[in-house]
T-cell receptor, first 118, second 110 residues
Framework: DAGVIQSPRHEVTEMGQEVTLRCKPISGHNSLFWYRQTMMRGLELLIYFNNNVPIDDSGMPEDRFSAKMPNASFSTLKIQPSEPRDSAVYFC????????????????FGEGSRLTVL | DAKTTQPPSMDCAEGRAANLPCNHSTISGNEYVYWYRQIHSQGPQYIIHGLKNNETNEMASLIITEDRKSSTLILPHATLRDTAVYYCIVRPYNFNKFYFGSGTKLNVKP
């Protein structure tokens, strides 16, 4: 099992540019989470999906951020336009849902995408 | 709204048991205690979870007090590779969101 795969691993861009981060969850998992980690704020939950449907996006900082999950094997997190304060490591995680609704509690995280906005 | 309290850092000698405490005095009856760790800049890794009984797996043991207001994660024989930030999280089993606090930085020293 390849685990959760994220790309790119590193991205350096200039303020105002569009950034797209990608995630391939573990096959068979039906919940997917996007987190952001900074030194100041730690690990923040941005959004999560159940069965490809966004359930809670209350952690998305502002309208510049959007996330999609067009199918069970792919999700994107987009920032448009990017700003220097968006610099962080973005993690994607997937997990199984017991009984179709309840999370088993074991999330599998990817290696993260380190974003630097100049 | 912090639901858990952990010491910011701890030291442990290699080969010794590492005992990481967590206070969760406001835990509800349907909330489980989960432990994750994050090694350097990798993604967090699940360790163990429990409700009220002590739990053990190949990585660690989880001891939950009878009143469930605190717990201890035990790494029986710490190695240098166990140096990481350890997160204690309380979460209802039927609630899919995980919120990570600031955790405990465990330094395992030779």
């Amino acid at each position: 099992d390849a685990g959760v795969i994220q790309s790119p691993r590193h991205e350096v861009t200039e303020m105002g540019q569009e950034v797209t981060l990608r995630c391939k969850p573990i096959s068979g998992h039906n919940s997917l989470f996007w987190y952001r980690q900074t030194m100041m704020r730690g690990l923040e939950l941005l959004i999560y999906f159940n069965n490809n449907v966004p359930i809670d996006d209350s952690g998305m900082p502002e309208d510049r951020f959007s996330a999609k999950m067009p199918n069970a094997s792919f999700s994107t997190l987009k920032i448009q336009p990017s700003e220097p304060r968006d610099s962080a490591v973005y993690f994607c995680a997937s997990g199984g849902l017991a009984g179709g609704r309840v999370g088993t509690g074991e999330l599998f995280f990817g290696e993260g995408s380190r974003l630097t906005v100049l | 709204d912090a639901k858990t309290t952990q010491p910011p850092s701890m030291d442990c000698a290699e080969g010794r048991a590492a005992n990481l405490p967590c206070n969760h005095s406001t835990i509800s009856g349907n909330e489980y205690v989960y432990w994750y760790r994050q090694i350097h800049s990798q993604g967090p890794q699940y360790i163990i979870h429990g409700l009220k009984n002590n739990e053990t797996n190949e990585m660690a043991s989880l001891i939950i007090t009878e009143d469930r207001k605190s717990s201890t994660l035990i790494l029986p024989h710490a190695t240098l590779r166990d140096t990481a930030v350890y997160y204690c999280i309380v979460r209802p089993y039927n609630f899919n969101k995980f919120y990570f606090g600031s955790g405990t930085k465990l330094n395992v020293k030779p």
